[in-house]
């Protein structure tokens, strides 16, 4: 069984149909049916007026949406093991065109507004200092925990003050939203998010992703920008098609809560060996090189993510009863 990420998952059922569906002619680029529904339907869900752009990866939805906030000679702040940081081949520096990321510690890879504001406040003024236009926050984080309502909030007031734009990863939105239990706009715009970058590929997807714009103006040359990126598709109605489908019926919902459920029930099991709360589909686990070993022996497949540290990640599509193994083998170790 493996455990490597959640993008290894396959796609879900009703999104391949929807791409059988969406399989005729039609306008081509973003002017088709789907993709000229998404505001309307990202608005009702979000209980606001936003503008909505799909692209087809999560490097891109996130390097457009901080190229929206921040200009070629400003800074990002965000977390040291943020995704952007450590894992984006530089891409939000290219998109930006050299944007800096401004980098802040803190635990569960989860800025706080101490640490935030000890930052801002760190910045020389003067036109030889690179000066932060954005913030910039993972939900759920690479570590697998949660912002709450209350701690975007506070982020979110921070960057009011400040003038800032406020930007936040969601390529685990769902995941995020499903511990929670909030609506999708309390976590987002009602506490200050500017841009979302609402993933879907991980939670059921083939290859589809979501920028979602609470400040509508922002979007306008985010087109152009997405153009010029290459993620303007030929055909971009099956990335549309893909989103819209899980939207109906909460889908995106209902696959990350089972998600989530397998991650709970590794952590259940795990006891002292958890690294990092269990609140989203990442489990991370204190193990050595021989427990490990026996882990893999018995079919498992995990990442090494730190030394004596391994990192699960479980699927939408993992049942918990299938899970169950890997359960009990941890808590055999």
């Known amino acids: 069984m493996r455990f490597f990420s959640d993008n290894a998952a396959p796609a879900c059922q009703s999104v391949l149909d929807a791409l059988v569906a969406a ?63 450590n894992d984006e081949c530089g891409a939000p520096e290219f998109y930006t065109h050299g944007a800096k990321l401004m980098l802040v510690e803190g635990e569960g890879a989860k800025l706080s507004p101490g640490q935030v504001t000890a930052a801002l406040d760190a910045v020389n003024r003067g036109v030889h200092w690179v000066q932060p236009h954005a913030v910039s926050i993972t939900n759920a984080t690479e570590y697998g925990e949660v912002y709450t309502p209350e701690q975007v909030a506070a982020l979110g007031a921070i960057c009011r003050d400040r003038d ?26 009602r506490a200050g998010v500017d841009i979302l970058s609402f993933g879907f590929t991980k939670n059921g997807g083939m290859g589809a992703e979501a920028l979602i714009f609470f400040k509508p103006d922002l979007a306008e040359a985010s087109l152009y920008r997405r153009k010029r990126a290459g993620h303007l598709l030929s055909k971009g109605r099956y990335l549309a098609a893909q989103i819209l489908a899980m939207l109906d019926d909460d889908v995106w919902l209902a696959n990350a809560r089972a998600a989530n459920a397998g991650a709970r029930l ?3 099991a795990a006891g002292n060996r958890l690294v990092h709360p269990v609140e989203a589909n990442e489990v991370f686990l204190r193990v050595d090189a021989g427990q490990a070993a026996s882990l893999r022996a018995l079919g498992f497949d995990f990442y090494d993510w730190a030394p004596g540290e391994v990192r699960l990640v479980t699927s939408w599509n993992q049942d918990v009863e299938a899970i169950r193994p890997l359960a009990d083998a941890i808590a055999a170790l």
């Not at 869900?45 to 939805?61: M, S």
């Open 23 to 85: 399989n005729q002619l039609d306008t081509a680029y973003d002017g088709d049916a789907w993709s000229r529904s998404l505001d309307a339907r990202f608005s009702d869900l979000f209980e606001t007026e936003v503008r909505a752009l799909w692209v087809a990866t999560g490097t891109a939805a996130n390097s457009l949406a901080l190229a929206a906030l921040c200009p070629p000679h400003g800074g990002v702040v965000c977390h040291r093991q943020a995704h952007i940081q």
């Open 164 to 189: 800032l734009g406020f930007h936040m990863d969601g390529a685990r939105f769902a995941n995020a939203v499903a511990h929670l239990g909030c609506s999708p706009a309390d976590v987002t715009w």
């Open 266 to 268: 590794l952590a259940e």
